[in-house]
Protein backbone atom coordinates (compact mmCIF):
# COMPACT_ATOMS: atom_id res chain seq x y z
CA UNK A 1 0.00 0.00 0.00
CA UNK A 2 1.24 3.35 -0.63
CA UNK A 3 -0.05 6.41 1.28
CA UNK A 4 0.06 9.96 -0.11
CA UNK A 5 0.61 13.50 1.57
CA UNK A 6 -0.19 16.79 0.09
CA UNK A 7 2.69 18.07 2.77
CA UNK A 8 6.64 17.29 2.73
CA UNK A 9 6.03 17.91 6.74
CA UNK A 10 4.03 14.94 7.21
CA UNK A 11 3.79 10.98 6.36
CA UNK A 12 1.22 8.31 7.04
CA UNK A 13 2.63 5.31 9.18
CA UNK A 14 1.04 1.58 8.21
CA UNK A 15 0.70 0.76 12.22
CA UNK A 16 1.25 -3.12 13.78
CA UNK A 17 -1.32 -4.70 15.91
CA UNK A 18 0.74 -3.49 18.73
CA UNK A 19 0.63 0.44 17.75
CA UNK A 20 -3.05 0.10 16.82
CA UNK A 21 -4.07 -1.30 20.73
CA UNK A 22 -2.23 1.92 22.06
CA UNK A 23 -3.29 5.03 19.22
CA UNK A 24 -6.48 6.35 19.72
CA UNK A 25 -5.54 9.72 18.25
CA UNK A 26 -5.66 11.10 14.94
CA UNK A 27 -2.40 12.78 13.34
CA UNK A 28 -0.87 11.85 16.32
CA UNK A 29 2.85 12.89 16.54
CA UNK A 30 5.17 9.89 16.24
CA UNK A 31 7.17 10.88 19.07
CA UNK A 32 4.08 10.71 21.30
CA UNK A 33 3.12 6.91 20.36
CA UNK A 34 6.31 5.48 20.90
CA UNK A 35 6.42 7.47 23.96
CA UNK A 36 3.17 6.20 25.04
CA UNK A 37 4.43 2.46 23.99
CA UNK A 38 6.75 3.18 26.43
CA UNK A 39 4.96 4.27 29.14
CA UNK A 40 2.62 1.74 29.04
CA UNK A 41 5.00 -1.10 29.13
CA UNK A 42 6.67 0.21 32.42
CA UNK A 43 3.51 0.19 33.95
CA UNK A 44 2.71 -3.35 32.79
CA UNK A 45 6.43 -4.67 33.94
CA UNK A 46 5.09 -2.53 37.58
CA UNK A 47 2.49 -4.32 38.17
CA UNK A 48 2.59 -8.04 36.76
CA UNK A 49 6.61 -8.44 36.93
CA UNK A 50 8.88 -9.93 34.88
CA UNK A 51 10.21 -13.52 34.18
CA UNK A 52 8.44 -14.26 37.33
CA UNK A 53 9.47 -11.57 39.18
CA UNK A 54 6.88 -9.93 41.43
CA UNK A 55 6.06 -6.30 40.24
CA UNK A 56 6.48 -2.95 41.46
CA UNK A 57 3.30 -1.76 41.50
CA UNK A 58 3.11 2.07 42.37
CA UNK A 59 6.88 2.26 42.37
CA UNK A 60 7.63 2.82 38.30
CA UNK A 61 9.98 5.30 39.20
CA UNK A 62 12.70 2.34 40.38
CA UNK A 63 13.04 0.75 37.49
CA UNK A 64 16.37 1.63 35.96
CA UNK A 65 16.45 4.19 32.79
CA UNK A 66 19.35 3.59 30.38
CA UNK A 67 20.54 6.20 28.50
CA UNK A 68 22.17 5.24 25.43
CA UNK A 69 24.50 8.14 23.05
CA UNK A 70 26.85 8.60 20.84
CA UNK A 71 28.02 11.37 19.05
CA UNK A 72 28.01 9.28 15.64
CA UNK A 73 24.25 8.75 15.88
CA UNK A 74 23.51 11.93 16.99
CA UNK A 75 25.64 14.71 15.23
CA UNK A 76 24.03 17.13 17.35
CA UNK A 77 25.40 16.02 20.02
CA UNK A 78 28.46 18.39 21.45
CA UNK A 79 29.28 17.00 24.13
CA UNK A 80 28.98 13.41 25.62
CA UNK A 81 27.87 15.09 29.24
CA UNK A 82 24.70 16.66 28.23
CA UNK A 83 22.45 13.65 28.30
CA UNK A 84 24.15 12.62 31.69
CA UNK A 85 24.56 15.46 33.58
CA UNK A 86 21.05 16.65 32.48
CA UNK A 87 20.78 19.78 34.34
CA UNK A 88 21.53 17.40 37.36
CA UNK A 89 24.32 20.00 39.21
CA UNK A 90 26.09 17.47 41.29
CA UNK A 91 26.82 15.54 38.14
CA UNK A 92 27.88 18.78 36.55
CA UNK A 93 29.96 19.51 39.34
CA UNK A 94 31.76 16.11 38.98
CA UNK A 95 32.56 16.29 35.47
CA UNK A 96 32.56 20.02 34.06
CA UNK A 97 34.22 21.80 36.90
CA UNK A 98 37.77 22.30 35.61
CA UNK A 99 39.37 22.16 39.40
CA UNK A 100 39.19 20.19 42.40
CA UNK A 101 39.67 22.37 45.44
CA UNK A 102 41.88 20.45 47.67
CA UNK A 103 43.01 22.33 50.86
CA UNK A 104 44.59 25.79 49.82
CA UNK A 105 45.02 24.77 46.06
CA UNK A 106 43.51 23.73 43.41
CA UNK A 107 44.45 20.76 41.06
CA UNK A 108 42.88 19.42 37.79
CA UNK A 109 39.84 17.57 37.46
CA UNK A 110 40.68 14.28 36.56
CA UNK A 111 36.85 12.71 36.98
CA UNK A 112 35.76 14.23 33.07
CA UNK A 113 38.83 12.06 31.65
CA UNK A 114 38.10 9.53 34.23
CA UNK A 115 34.53 9.12 32.83
CA UNK A 116 34.86 9.61 29.26
CA UNK A 117 33.42 8.24 26.54
CA UNK A 118 35.12 4.66 26.08
CA UNK A 119 34.23 1.43 23.28
CA UNK A 120 31.77 -1.01 24.67
CA UNK A 121 30.33 1.12 27.49
CA UNK A 122 26.50 1.15 28.71
CA UNK A 123 25.50 4.19 31.02
CA UNK A 124 22.89 3.40 33.50
CA UNK A 125 21.10 6.08 35.61
CA UNK A 126 19.49 4.01 37.99
CA UNK A 127 17.41 7.47 39.67
CA UNK A 128 18.72 10.87 39.80
CA UNK A 129 21.18 10.18 42.21
CA UNK A 130 23.22 7.15 41.02
CA UNK A 131 25.20 6.84 37.86
CA UNK A 132 26.22 3.29 36.69
CA UNK A 133 28.95 2.43 33.95
CA UNK A 134 29.46 -1.20 32.77
CA UNK A 135 31.71 -2.60 30.08
CA UNK A 136 30.88 -5.99 28.09
CA UNK A 137 29.20 -6.21 31.16
CA UNK A 138 31.55 -5.69 33.52
CA UNK A 139 30.91 -2.98 36.54
CA UNK A 140 33.55 -0.59 35.86
CA UNK A 141 32.10 2.83 37.40
CA UNK A 142 29.86 4.50 39.95
CA UNK A 143 29.19 7.93 41.40
CA UNK A 144 26.79 8.56 43.53
CA UNK A 145 25.02 11.63 45.54
CA UNK A 146 24.04 10.64 49.17
CA UNK A 147 20.89 11.88 50.72
CA UNK A 148 22.85 14.74 52.57
CA UNK A 149 22.83 16.50 48.79
CA UNK A 150 26.97 17.84 49.28
CA UNK A 151 29.04 13.89 50.04
CA UNK A 152 29.54 12.72 46.20
CA UNK A 153 30.88 9.25 46.19
CA UNK A 154 32.97 7.82 43.19
CA UNK A 155 33.89 3.93 42.92
CA UNK A 156 36.04 2.31 40.73
CA UNK A 157 35.58 -1.36 40.42
CA UNK A 158 38.84 -3.63 39.84
CA UNK A 159 38.79 -7.32 40.03
CA UNK A 160 43.34 -7.67 40.12
CA UNK A 161 44.64 -10.65 37.54
CA UNK A 162 45.49 -14.15 40.07
CA UNK A 163 48.38 -14.64 41.23
CA UNK A 164 50.35 -17.86 41.76
CA UNK A 165 48.80 -19.59 44.20
CA UNK A 166 45.75 -17.91 44.01
CA UNK A 167 42.47 -19.19 43.62
CA UNK A 168 39.64 -16.86 42.79
CA UNK A 169 40.10 -13.32 41.75
CA UNK A 170 39.43 -10.87 44.69
CA UNK A 171 37.68 -8.10 43.89
CA UNK A 172 38.42 -4.45 45.29
CA UNK A 173 37.19 -1.35 44.64
CA UNK A 174 39.27 2.48 44.77
CA UNK A 175 36.36 4.72 46.55
CA UNK A 176 36.73 8.83 46.54
CA UNK A 177 34.82 11.34 48.21
CA UNK A 178 33.94 14.62 47.10
CA UNK A 179 31.92 17.24 48.76
CA UNK A 180 29.51 19.57 47.06
CA UNK A 181 29.53 23.32 47.43
CA UNK A 182 26.86 24.93 44.99
CA UNK A 183 27.25 28.43 46.82
CA UNK A 184 30.80 28.52 45.54
CA UNK A 185 29.75 27.95 41.27
CA UNK A 186 33.54 29.13 40.60
CA UNK A 187 34.76 25.78 42.45
CA UNK A 188 31.92 23.70 43.32
CA UNK A 189 33.68 19.95 43.61
CA UNK A 190 36.40 19.70 46.75
CA UNK A 191 38.04 16.88 47.65
CA UNK A 192 38.11 15.55 50.96
CA UNK A 193 41.06 15.28 53.44
CA UNK A 194 41.10 11.66 53.74
CA UNK A 195 41.80 11.18 49.86
CA UNK A 196 45.35 9.93 50.49
CA UNK A 197 44.10 7.69 53.29
CA UNK A 198 41.49 6.32 51.00
CA UNK A 199 43.96 5.30 47.87
CA UNK A 200 46.30 3.79 50.55
CA UNK A 201 43.40 1.99 51.97
CA UNK A 202 42.77 0.10 48.29
CA UNK A 203 46.27 -0.22 47.47
CA UNK A 204 46.84 -2.35 50.92
CA UNK A 205 44.19 -4.58 49.07
CA UNK A 206 45.95 -5.20 46.40
CA UNK A 207 49.67 -5.35 47.98
CA UNK A 208 49.12 -6.51 51.50
CA UNK A 209 45.88 -9.15 51.05
CA UNK A 210 46.85 -11.10 53.45
CA UNK A 211 48.35 -8.33 56.13
CA UNK A 212 46.51 -10.04 59.22
CA UNK A 213 49.15 -12.55 59.44
CA UNK A 214 52.28 -10.31 58.69
CA UNK A 215 55.22 -10.27 61.07
CA UNK A 216 56.13 -6.30 61.66
CA UNK A 217 59.56 -4.98 63.20
CA UNK A 218 59.92 -2.72 66.21
CA UNK A 219 57.59 0.35 65.99
CA UNK A 220 60.12 3.35 66.90
CA UNK A 221 58.94 7.12 67.50
CA UNK A 222 61.72 8.27 64.44
CA UNK A 223 60.37 7.08 61.01
CA UNK A 224 64.75 6.54 60.16
CA UNK A 225 64.56 4.17 62.99
CA UNK A 226 61.61 2.19 61.85
CA UNK A 227 62.51 -1.35 60.20
CA UNK A 228 60.40 -2.69 57.28
CA UNK A 229 60.53 -6.70 57.31
CA UNK A 230 59.33 -9.44 55.16
CA UNK A 231 59.87 -12.98 54.85
CA UNK A 232 59.49 -14.83 51.15
CA UNK A 233 59.10 -18.48 50.58
CA UNK A 234 60.95 -19.46 47.24
CA UNK A 235 58.54 -21.13 45.27
CA UNK A 236 59.81 -22.89 42.13
CA UNK A 237 56.48 -22.33 40.79
CA UNK A 238 56.62 -18.58 41.15
CA UNK A 239 60.13 -18.27 39.85
CA UNK A 240 59.26 -20.14 36.60
CA UNK A 241 55.72 -17.84 36.33
CA UNK A 242 58.00 -14.61 36.39
CA UNK A 243 61.11 -16.13 34.06
CA UNK A 244 58.39 -16.30 31.64
CA UNK A 245 56.72 -12.99 32.22
CA UNK A 246 60.20 -11.30 31.94
CA UNK A 247 61.06 -13.72 28.45
CA UNK A 248 64.00 -14.60 30.64
CA UNK A 249 65.41 -18.06 28.80
CA UNK A 250 63.09 -20.44 26.55
CA UNK A 251 60.80 -22.78 28.35
CA UNK A 252 60.24 -20.27 31.45
CA UNK A 253 63.28 -20.15 32.62
CA UNK A 254 64.60 -23.96 32.87
CA UNK A 255 67.64 -22.90 30.69
CA UNK A 256 68.57 -20.16 32.50
CA UNK A 257 72.08 -19.44 32.39
CA UNK A 258 73.11 -22.65 29.83
CA UNK A 259 70.81 -25.27 31.02
CA UNK A 260 70.77 -28.49 30.92
CA UNK A 261 69.72 -30.47 28.16
CA UNK A 262 69.53 -33.94 28.71
CA UNK A 263 65.85 -34.18 28.50
CA UNK A 264 64.97 -34.18 32.13
CA UNK A 265 62.69 -31.16 33.38
CA UNK A 266 64.83 -29.45 36.54
CA UNK A 267 64.06 -26.59 38.73
CA UNK A 268 64.09 -23.71 36.90
CA UNK A 269 67.07 -21.36 38.22
CA UNK A 270 66.40 -18.17 39.92
CA UNK A 271 67.67 -14.68 37.93
CA UNK A 272 68.87 -11.99 39.71
CA UNK A 273 65.84 -10.34 38.38
CA UNK A 274 63.58 -12.06 41.05
CA UNK A 275 65.52 -10.02 43.80
CA UNK A 276 62.49 -7.05 42.99
CA UNK A 277 59.88 -9.91 44.02
CA UNK A 278 61.84 -10.73 47.07
CA UNK A 279 62.08 -7.21 47.73
CA UNK A 280 58.93 -5.78 46.72
CA UNK A 281 57.23 -5.96 50.04
CA UNK A 282 59.19 -4.60 52.49
CA UNK A 283 60.09 -1.54 49.58
CA UNK A 284 56.56 -0.77 49.30
CA UNK A 285 55.35 -0.95 53.13
CA UNK A 286 57.51 2.11 53.45
CA UNK A 287 55.63 4.45 51.55
CA UNK A 288 52.61 3.47 54.07
CA UNK A 289 53.27 5.29 57.29
CA UNK A 290 51.37 8.00 58.02
CA UNK A 291 54.41 10.65 58.28
CA UNK A 292 54.71 9.84 53.80
CA UNK A 293 51.69 11.67 53.70
CA UNK A 294 51.44 11.27 49.68
CA UNK A 295 49.01 10.04 46.50
CA UNK A 296 50.08 6.42 45.63
CA UNK A 297 48.16 7.17 42.64
CA UNK A 298 50.35 10.12 41.63
CA UNK A 299 53.96 7.35 42.67
CA UNK A 300 56.65 6.57 40.48
CA UNK A 301 59.76 4.17 40.89
CA UNK A 302 62.62 6.12 40.04
CA UNK A 303 65.25 3.82 40.36
CA UNK A 304 65.76 0.36 42.38
CA UNK A 305 69.22 -0.92 42.91
CA UNK A 306 70.80 -4.62 44.06
CA UNK A 307 74.95 -5.08 45.45
CA UNK A 308 76.16 -7.82 46.08
CA UNK A 309 77.41 -8.42 48.90
CA UNK A 310 80.42 -11.14 50.23
CA UNK A 311 79.69 -14.42 50.07
CA UNK A 312 77.18 -16.69 48.30
CA UNK A 313 75.60 -15.73 45.05
CA UNK A 314 71.65 -14.78 45.56
CA UNK A 315 70.94 -16.89 42.83
CA UNK A 316 72.20 -19.96 44.40
CA UNK A 317 70.84 -19.21 47.86
CA UNK A 318 66.96 -18.58 46.05
CA UNK A 319 66.14 -21.81 45.87
CA UNK A 320 62.92 -23.84 46.21
CA UNK A 321 62.12 -24.28 49.93
CA UNK A 322 64.38 -21.31 50.99
CA UNK A 323 63.28 -18.46 53.18
CA UNK A 324 64.84 -15.05 52.62
CA UNK A 325 64.39 -12.09 54.76
CA UNK A 326 64.11 -8.52 53.18
CA UNK A 327 64.82 -5.88 55.58
CA UNK A 328 64.34 -2.15 55.11
CA UNK A 329 64.85 1.30 56.20
CA UNK A 330 63.78 4.81 55.49
CA UNK A 331 67.03 6.93 54.76
CA UNK A 332 65.66 10.14 53.12
CA UNK A 333 62.21 12.04 52.87
CA UNK A 334 62.31 15.29 51.06
CA UNK A 335 60.15 17.41 49.50
CA UNK A 336 61.19 19.49 46.39
CA UNK A 337 59.17 21.72 44.17
CA UNK A 338 57.89 19.02 41.99
CA UNK A 339 57.08 16.29 44.12
CA UNK A 340 58.07 14.32 47.50
CA UNK A 341 61.14 11.75 47.25
CA UNK A 342 61.37 8.77 49.69
CA UNK A 343 64.73 6.42 49.81
CA UNK A 344 64.88 3.15 51.18
CA UNK A 345 68.37 1.16 52.19
CA UNK A 346 68.18 -2.45 53.29
CA UNK A 347 69.14 -5.85 52.68
CA UNK A 348 68.25 -9.46 51.52
CA UNK A 349 69.36 -12.35 53.97
CA UNK A 350 68.74 -15.71 53.87
CA UNK A 351 66.51 -16.30 56.97
CA UNK A 352 68.63 -18.43 60.14
CA UNK A 353 72.23 -17.37 58.04
CA UNK A 354 73.76 -17.24 60.85
CA UNK A 355 72.72 -20.13 62.16
CA UNK A 356 69.73 -19.08 64.31
CA UNK A 357 66.70 -19.20 63.69
CA UNK A 358 65.26 -18.49 66.57
CA UNK A 359 62.17 -16.61 64.40
CA UNK A 360 62.87 -13.49 66.09
CA UNK A 361 61.77 -10.23 64.55
CA UNK A 362 65.17 -8.22 65.08
CA UNK A 363 66.26 -8.04 61.44
CA UNK A 364 69.79 -9.80 61.60
CA UNK A 365 71.36 -9.45 58.22
CA UNK A 366 74.56 -11.99 58.71
CA UNK A 367 73.26 -14.29 56.46
CA UNK A 368 72.92 -11.09 53.84
CA UNK A 369 73.50 -11.62 50.27
CA UNK A 370 72.09 -8.27 48.40
CA UNK A 371 72.24 -4.67 49.24
CA UNK A 372 69.14 -2.83 48.23
CA UNK A 373 68.75 0.95 47.37
CA UNK A 374 65.18 2.00 45.77
CA UNK A 375 63.82 5.28 45.49
CA UNK A 376 60.42 6.55 45.04
CA UNK A 377 58.57 9.83 43.81
CA UNK A 378 55.19 11.42 44.78
CA UNK A 379 54.00 13.83 42.14
CA UNK A 380 52.57 16.87 44.19
CA UNK A 381 53.10 19.82 45.81
CA UNK A 382 53.84 19.52 49.45
CA UNK A 383 54.23 21.01 52.09
CA UNK A 384 55.15 18.83 54.99
CA UNK A 385 58.40 19.76 55.99
CA UNK A 386 58.19 18.66 59.52
CA UNK A 387 58.72 15.24 58.34
CA UNK A 388 61.68 15.39 56.05
CA UNK A 389 65.17 14.11 56.86
CA UNK A 390 68.21 12.59 55.19
CA UNK A 391 69.93 9.82 56.69
CA UNK A 392 73.44 9.44 55.22
CA UNK A 393 76.31 6.78 56.00
CA UNK A 394 80.00 7.54 55.53
CA UNK A 395 82.99 4.78 56.37
CA UNK A 396 86.41 6.10 56.33
CA UNK A 397 90.14 4.28 56.91
CA UNK A 398 92.19 6.88 59.38
CA UNK A 399 96.15 5.92 59.66
CA UNK A 400 96.65 7.58 63.18
CA UNK A 401 100.29 7.18 63.24
CA UNK A 402 100.24 10.00 61.33
CA UNK A 403 100.80 12.43 64.08
CA UNK A 404 98.59 15.56 63.28
CA UNK A 405 95.40 13.16 62.24
CA UNK A 406 95.69 11.81 65.60
CA UNK A 407 96.37 14.71 67.58
CA UNK A 408 93.06 16.16 65.69
CA UNK A 409 91.42 13.31 66.32
CA UNK A 410 91.90 13.75 70.42
CA UNK A 411 90.91 17.32 69.91
CA UNK A 412 87.38 16.63 68.32
CA UNK A 413 84.29 16.78 70.77
CA UNK A 414 82.29 13.84 68.80
CA UNK A 415 85.20 11.84 69.62
CA UNK A 416 84.25 9.24 72.90
CA UNK A 417 87.22 6.91 73.00
CA UNK A 418 86.70 3.69 75.39
CA UNK A 419 88.79 2.88 77.82
CA UNK A 420 91.09 -0.54 78.02
CA UNK A 421 89.02 -3.50 78.52
CA UNK A 422 85.74 -2.56 77.08
CA UNK A 423 83.73 -4.11 74.71
CA UNK A 424 80.90 -2.20 72.75
CA UNK A 425 78.20 -3.89 71.03
CA UNK A 426 76.62 -1.70 68.02
CA UNK A 427 72.59 -2.02 67.64
CA UNK A 428 72.92 -2.81 63.99
CA UNK A 429 69.23 -1.00 63.17
CA UNK A 430 69.78 1.73 65.82
CA UNK A 431 70.92 4.06 63.20
CA UNK A 432 74.10 3.76 64.43
CA UNK A 433 73.49 5.17 67.50
CA UNK A 434 72.95 3.36 71.04
CA UNK A 435 75.52 0.72 72.01
CA UNK A 436 75.97 -1.32 75.03
CA UNK A 437 79.29 -1.13 76.91
CA UNK A 438 81.06 -4.59 78.95
CA UNK A 439 83.65 -5.61 80.56
CA UNK A 440 85.93 -7.06 78.12
CA UNK A 441 90.12 -7.22 77.79
CA UNK A 442 89.96 -5.27 74.45
CA UNK A 443 93.02 -3.27 74.00
CA UNK A 444 91.89 0.89 74.21
CA UNK A 445 92.85 3.04 70.94
CA UNK A 446 96.40 3.10 70.25
CA UNK A 447 98.06 6.30 68.38
CA UNK A 448 99.68 4.06 66.34
CA UNK A 449 97.65 1.59 64.54
CA UNK A 450 94.77 1.94 61.22
CA UNK A 451 91.38 2.25 62.41
CA UNK A 452 87.97 2.50 60.80
CA UNK A 453 85.33 4.89 61.48
CA UNK A 454 81.51 4.38 60.39
CA UNK A 455 79.24 7.54 61.40
CA UNK A 456 75.37 7.51 60.21
CA UNK A 457 74.19 11.34 59.68
CA UNK A 458 70.91 12.40 60.20
CA UNK A 459 69.65 15.79 58.97
CA UNK A 460 66.39 17.29 59.60
CA UNK A 461 64.56 20.25 59.58
CA UNK A 462 65.48 21.17 63.18
CA UNK A 463 69.03 20.25 63.02
CA UNK A 464 71.00 17.17 63.13
CA UNK A 465 72.73 14.19 64.60
CA UNK A 466 75.78 11.78 63.92
CA UNK A 467 76.22 9.04 65.96
CA UNK A 468 78.85 6.15 65.02
CA UNK A 469 82.15 3.82 65.80
CA UNK A 470 85.44 3.78 65.51
CA UNK A 471 86.51 0.06 65.24
CA UNK A 472 89.57 -1.90 64.34
CA UNK A 473 90.04 -5.18 62.68
CA UNK A 474 91.18 -8.24 64.24
CA UNK A 475 94.33 -10.47 62.70
CA UNK A 476 91.49 -12.42 60.53
CA UNK A 477 90.00 -9.67 59.07
CA UNK A 478 86.92 -10.73 60.10
CA UNK A 479 85.75 -9.06 63.57
CA UNK A 480 85.06 -5.63 64.08
CA UNK A 481 86.65 -4.36 67.99
CA UNK A 482 84.56 -1.08 68.47
CA UNK A 483 87.49 1.49 70.55
CA UNK A 484 85.53 3.86 70.56
CA UNK A 485 82.10 6.27 69.71
CA UNK A 486 81.16 9.05 67.76
CA UNK A 487 78.56 11.45 69.58
CA UNK A 488 77.37 14.55 68.16
CA UNK A 489 73.96 16.83 67.70
CA UNK A 490 72.80 20.14 66.08
CA UNK A 491 69.89 21.94 66.58
CA UNK A 492 68.48 24.84 64.38
CA UNK A 493 67.74 25.45 60.88
CA UNK A 494 69.18 22.73 58.08
CA UNK A 495 72.82 22.96 57.78
CA UNK A 496 72.52 22.53 54.14
CA UNK A 497 69.99 21.29 51.57
CA UNK A 498 70.14 18.14 50.06
CA UNK A 499 72.14 14.73 50.90
CA UNK A 500 75.14 16.04 49.48
CA UNK A 501 74.86 19.48 51.00
CA UNK A 502 74.50 17.55 54.03
CA UNK A 503 77.58 15.39 53.91
CA UNK A 504 79.63 18.64 53.56
CA UNK A 505 78.34 20.44 55.87
CA UNK A 506 78.77 17.40 58.76
CA UNK A 507 81.75 18.41 60.78
CA UNK A 508 82.56 14.60 61.77
CA UNK A 509 82.12 13.73 57.62
CA UNK A 510 84.33 16.52 56.58
CA UNK A 511 86.86 15.42 58.90
CA UNK A 512 87.20 11.92 57.38
CA UNK A 513 86.94 13.18 53.69
CA UNK A 514 89.80 15.41 54.45
CA UNK A 515 91.83 12.97 56.97
CA UNK A 516 90.73 9.61 56.21
CA UNK A 517 90.56 7.13 53.02
CA UNK A 518 86.80 6.29 51.54
CA UNK A 519 86.00 2.70 52.09
CA UNK A 520 85.24 0.67 49.43
CA UNK A 521 82.46 -2.11 49.94
CA UNK A 522 83.89 -5.18 48.38
CA UNK A 523 81.43 -8.04 46.50
CA UNK A 524 81.60 -11.03 44.48
CA UNK A 525 80.51 -10.97 40.89
CA UNK A 526 79.92 -12.94 38.10
CA UNK A 527 82.87 -11.78 36.21
CA UNK A 528 85.13 -9.39 37.22
CA UNK A 529 83.74 -6.73 35.81
CA UNK A 530 80.43 -7.50 37.40
CA UNK A 531 78.33 -8.56 34.24
CA UNK A 532 77.10 -12.01 33.31
CA UNK A 533 78.07 -14.08 29.83
CA UNK A 534 77.36 -13.00 26.62
CA UNK A 535 74.68 -15.46 24.91
CA UNK A 536 75.82 -17.67 22.45
CA UNK A 537 73.26 -16.74 19.80
CA UNK A 538 70.60 -13.18 19.70
CA UNK A 539 67.94 -13.39 21.49
CA UNK A 540 64.68 -12.31 20.44
CA UNK A 541 61.80 -11.80 22.31
CA UNK A 542 58.30 -10.52 21.57
CA UNK A 543 56.47 -7.78 23.32
CA UNK A 544 53.98 -8.71 25.15
CA UNK A 545 50.48 -7.18 25.03
CA UNK A 546 49.72 -5.62 28.22
CA UNK A 547 51.68 -5.67 31.51
CA UNK A 548 49.27 -8.77 32.84
CA UNK A 549 51.40 -11.16 32.99
CA UNK A 550 54.20 -9.31 34.61
CA UNK A 551 52.01 -8.00 37.16
CA UNK A 552 51.04 -11.47 38.07
CA UNK A 553 54.26 -12.64 38.83
CA UNK A 554 55.78 -10.32 40.05
CA UNK A 555 53.04 -9.44 42.81
CA UNK A 556 52.70 -5.73 41.95
CA UNK A 557 49.19 -5.14 40.80
CA UNK A 558 49.54 -1.08 40.92
CA UNK A 559 46.48 -0.67 39.13
CA UNK A 560 48.60 2.06 36.91
CA UNK A 561 49.89 -0.90 35.01
CA UNK A 562 47.01 -2.49 33.94
CA UNK A 563 43.61 -0.49 34.64
CA UNK A 564 43.08 2.06 32.03
CA UNK A 565 40.37 3.78 34.16
CA UNK A 566 43.23 4.23 37.04
CA UNK A 567 46.04 5.36 34.96
CA UNK A 568 43.51 8.22 33.62
CA UNK A 569 42.40 9.04 37.35
CA UNK A 570 46.16 9.03 37.98
CA UNK A 571 46.85 11.62 34.78
CA UNK A 572 48.72 8.96 32.94
CA UNK A 573 48.42 8.44 28.82
CA UNK A 574 47.32 5.35 29.22
CA UNK A 575 48.31 1.97 31.25
CA UNK A 576 52.46 2.29 31.65
CA UNK A 577 55.07 -0.65 31.75
CA UNK A 578 56.27 -1.34 35.10
CA UNK A 579 59.49 1.01 35.42
CA UNK A 580 59.09 3.16 33.21
CA UNK A 581 57.56 6.60 33.03
CA UNK A 582 58.71 9.87 32.12
Known sequence: MTAHSCSVNSCCILQGPVAVHYSTTMNEPAADILSNIVQEHCRMVASEGIEGKQGIEGNEGKIPVLHCFSKKADPSLTDVYDVLCNGIPWRDALLRSKYVVKGQRREPNPLPLLFRERDHQVWECPNASHVVVKEKGVLKLEMQCMPDQTTLVVTIHDVPPLTVGDTAPAPTSLVLKYSFHPDTPAAPLHATVEENELVKTYYRQLWFPNAAGERKGPVTPRLSDRTFMHDTLIDPLEIEAFCTAIRNGDNGGKDRNGGNNDGVCHPPKTPLDYAIVVSWQSLIKSLFPEEVDGNILNLVHLSNSYTRLPGPLFEHVAIGGATLRTTMNITNVSNGPTGKTVTVNGTIAVKGGNGDDNGDDNGDDNGAVLAVESSFFFRGAFTDHENSFTTTTHEASLDLSTHNTWHLLRSKKWFRPLPTGSIVTESKHSGGGAALAEEGTVLGIQPSEIVRVRVTHRLTATGSQTTGTIYRLDASKRSEQIVALVARESSGARESSGASGAASACPVVSFLQRQGVEATKSGSTVMQNG???????????????????????????????????????AGLPTTIVHGMWR
Open 531 to 569: GYNMLPRPDAMAAPVDNVPYASASRDLNPIHRHPYIADL
